[in-house]
């Protein structure tokens, strides 16, 4: 039986800034083990900075070092804003991020419904931000369009989404929930990324599809 945790993404998939305990896909695991489910911790691919094209590369990378089991009970993946935060193409973005998607799943025996995809969060609300003088509306903007890529592929290839755009917009700013860089987040906020994520993991480690 497949019983891995394979997860994929960039600074707010490794947790820049925290401790390792502290990383959403490490407090995931921990959560669905209290409840009884036999997952242990995730095997992290995942470095700061990456845009989905730099994933790509460094799943190649991580699978010469060290074979990628294609038979993981579960898979996240979580990736896109540095390709906005570059200032990306939404249309090569979408193509990139569907082949992800594709690779995600093909890691996971090829049932898409044991992918889990989080949603990009806003670091338009972070004092990182406003130190550089972004333009918080733009960025919201360009932020959901990338998501609403995300939210369309994810259910066109029949994985599941988790939608941690709204908490990372409400809370995001606020000092307690970011990492000391005043950038990425700090454990209490993947404690909620975590949480939003747990009903979806269930689901897919117990064979449910999206509903």
């Not at 095997?43 to 699978?63: K, M, P, Q, S």
């Not at 935060?85 to 890691?107: D, I, K, M, Q, V």
């Amino acid at each position: 039986m497949a019983q891995g945790f394979l997860a994929l993404g960039d600074s707010y998939t490794i947790g820049e800034g925290i401790a390792e305990d502290g990383r959403w896909p490490v407090q995931l695991a921990a959560a669905l083990r209290a409840e009884g489910l036999d997952l242990p911790a995730p095997r992290i691919i995942a470095t700061t900075g990456w845009t989905t094209d730099e994933l790509d590369a460094g799943i190649d990378a991580a699978h010469a070092q060290s074979p990628i089991a294609t038979d993981h009970a579960l898979v996240s993946l979580l990736a896109g804003v540095n390709d906005q935060y570059r200032g990306l193409e939404p249309g090569g973005f979408r193509t990139r991020f569907a082949a992800l998607l594709r690779r995600a799943a093909g890691f996971a025996g090829g049932d898409a419904a044991r992918v889990l995809v989080l949603a990009i969060p806003d670091w338009g609300v972070t004092p990182f931000a406003f130190a550089q003088g972004r333009d918080r509306d733009l960025v919201a903007s360009q932020i959901d369009a990338f998501n609403a890529i995300c939210r369309e592929e994810t259910a066109r290839a029949g994985a599941h989404w988790v939608d941690i755009g709204p908490v990372s917009r409400e809370r995001g700013g606020k000092t307690a929930m970011l990492a000391d860089d005043g950038l990425h987040p700090s454990a209490t906020m993947y404690a909620l990324w975590s949480a939003l994520a747990l009903p979806a993991a269930r689901a897919a480690l117990q064979g449910r599809r999206p509903s």
